[in-house]
Nanobody, 125 residues
């Protein structure tokens, strides 16, 4: 599967952005889609995930209530709507794909077998 993200940019604190990820060449082993982010000098952090049937929606604790994961199956696209952004959320946001997993494992970057190139999100104070 090939993943291409878009939608990053510069936004002020408290602002919103919507990221998109188009998946081409989907297979059974890429049923689960996720968003991760990585700040400079930090480890890659799980943000949100769901599978294409919508039965595995899960958010990282730090984004619950502010971020929304959605998908358009017909367009093979997943989205991440991000509201009330903070400067600490600046980083590169990645889309990832992998086999459907339990919640203990879907938060781990090593559980995914395909990654996009990432899109930069910068939140100014």
């Amino acid at each position: 599967v090939r993943l291409v993200e878009s939608g990053g940019g510069l936004v002020q604190a408290g602002g919103s952005l919507r990221l998109s990820c188009v998946a081409s060449g989907r297979t059974f082993s890429s049923d689960l889609m996720a968003w991760f982010r990585q700040a400079p000098g930090k480890e890659r952090e799980f943000v949100a995930a769901d599978n294409w049937s919508g039965s595995s929606l899960y958010y990282g604790d730090s984004v619950k209530g502010r971020f929304t994961f959605s998908r358009d199956n017909a367009q093979n696209t997943v989205y991440l709507q991000m509201n009330d952004l903070t400067p600490e959320e600046t980083g590169v946001y990645y889309c990832a794909a992998g086999p459907s997993l339990g919640r203990r494992t879907l938060i781990r970057p090593t559980s995914y077998n395909a990654w996009g190139q990432g899109t930069q999100v910068t939140v100014s104070s």
